[in-house]
């Protein structure tokens, strides 16, 4: 999916930890980005996923706009079990590889630009084996109760918070799979100065 010769740095974290922030301030220093959530959008808006989606679920899912309405199919996919992981399940063998093609082609785009390293934003990274692409592993780590206080912030419930991150790997999984921890309890300015180190560690 991302060309070999691009060194790949995939980022890992709970919900709400930072890990968009964390990796927007890679791109400052001048990483490029594979934001996986991002292509995710795209690929709802696929005419062959929109045709498959309504096939599944019917109009339920669509918006007034007869696109995907994302926060109508959170609602199925995020659902208590057994419907909600086997909807989702549908959903990431539906977009999963062309969340992959959209990706890979954005590698392309940054390699022949020169990028020097590139980041890999994926909330299900470990699920969808990912990881295997990276060269390092990247956690963000921030408390729980920091976490559920974002999640708040963007206007998502508790019940809707838990669901996601039941849908996920455990934080501790995710810590224990990383090779550089950054801490986003604190401040940007701290985790600013957090970055830039892991920064000067990988470019040299």
């Known amino acids: 999916m991302i060309p070999q010769h691009v060194p790949t740095i995939g980022i890992l974290g709970g919900v709400a930890s930072g890990k968009s922030l964390v990796a927007g301030m890679f791109v400052d220093l001048g990483a490029g980005l594979l934001d996986a959530d991002r292509a995710g959008h795209e690929a709802l808006g696929l005419p ?108 998502w419930s508790m019940e809707e918070y838990a669901a996601r991150e039941n849908a996920q790997m455990s934080v501790d999984v995710k810590r224990d799979r990383a090779d550089v921890i950054v801490d986003n309890s604190g401040s940007p300015e701290q985790t600013r100065t957090q970055v830039q180190r892991v920064w000067q560690s990988l470019i040299g």
Do not use: M, N
């Open 48 to 155: 062959a996923v929109e045709a498959k989606a309504r096939q599944r679920w019917g109009e339920a899912v669509f918006g007034p706009d007869r696109r995907i309405d994302r926060g109508k199919l959170a609602e199925i996919v995020f659902s208590p079990p057994p419907e909600g992981p086997v909807e989702r399940e549908f959903l990431e063998q539906l977009t999963h590889p062309e969340i992959a093609r959209l990706l890979a082609r954005r590698a392309e785009e940054l390699a022949a630009a020169g990028t020097p390293l590139v980041l890999l934003d994926a909330p299900l990274l470990l699920e969808a084996g990912w990881d295997k692409l990276c060269e390092k592993l990247i956690f963000v780590d921030a408390p729980r109760e920091e976490r559920q206080r974002r999640a708040k912030a963007r206007g």
